[in-house]
């Protein structure tokens, strides 16, 4: 059963601490991808990755860093977090190729900044 | 600038009735259509999915219309399930292809919240 799995479900920063979201995804896929939900406006996407150390901006990505050290793992970075980043962080991972776009995503990390 | 669109925050639905739910897109180079569903607390999963050069997709309960002139797609799920009760999101597909590699991403509309009544 293929599987991406978020490291936190659920956490609670305060604004200026540097937050990590990490995801690692089983299916040995080329692409990944960090996507924000909030209501009313979708998903976001942050940033994606087509290949290990490869990256590139999404149409959100202000605030945000990532790293792809590893084929299976995709790190979201928050600097300095503030409260405007509270929401629910999304994860995805997709296969090199897949010309219709289908993702396969993560649980998803509620982050809170207080 | 928001390329995909899902103008219905909500929609309550029946049992044993037909759900619509509706996604208007602008950039007319989107490759293929996909719906996601998403239930509290879980990732979204797929759906179903329609190529752009096609303007129908079946899979049992669901089927995707795309009307292309009028950059207009819809779910229809029927007969509706209370277990269909989730977020519906809309999203577009815009890839390129170079040797079998594609390089694209999914742009999602704002999501349709269906609740099915029994």
């Known amino acids: 059963d293929v599987k991406v799995t978020q490291s936190s479900r659920y956490l609670v920063k305060r604004t200026g601490e540097k937050v990590f979201l990490e995801c690692v995804q089983d299916?040995?896929?080329?692409?990944m991808f960090w996507y924000r939900q909030d209501p009313g406006l979708g998903l976001r996407l942050i940033y994606f990755?087509?290949?290990?150390?490869?990256?590139e901006k999404g149409d959100i990505p202000e605030g945000y860093s990532v790293s792809r050290e590893k084929k299976e793992r995709f790190s979201l970075i928050l600097e300095s977090a503030s409260t405007n980043q509270t929401s629910m962080y999304l994860c995805?991972?997709?296969?090199?190729?897949?010309?219709?776009?289908?993702?396969?995503f993560g649980e998803g990390s509620r982050l809170t900044v207080l | 600038d928001q390329q995909v669109k899902q103008n219905s925050p909500s929609l309550s639905v029946q049992e044993g009735r037909i759900s619509i739910l509706n996604c208007d897109y602008t950039n007319s180079m989107f490759d293929y259509f996909l719906w996601y569903k998403k239930y509290p607390a879980e990732g979204p999963t797929f759906l179903i999915s329609i190529s752009s050069i096609k303007d129908k997709n079946e899979d049992g309960r669901f089927t995707v219309f795309l009307n292309k002139s009028a950059k207009h797609l819809s779910l229809h799920i029927v007969p509706s399930q209370p277990g269909d009760s989730a977020v519906y999101f809309c999203a577009a597909f815009w890839g390129t292809n170079a040797g079998g590699t594609s390089y694209g991403k999914l742009t999602f509309g704002q999501g349709t919240i269906l609740t099915v009544h029994p």
């Open positions: 995805a991972s997709s296969r090199q190729g897949t010309l219709s776009g289908e993702l396969f």
């Open positions: 299916m040995d896929h080329e692409n």
């Open positions: 990755s087509y290949d290990v150390k490869m990256k």
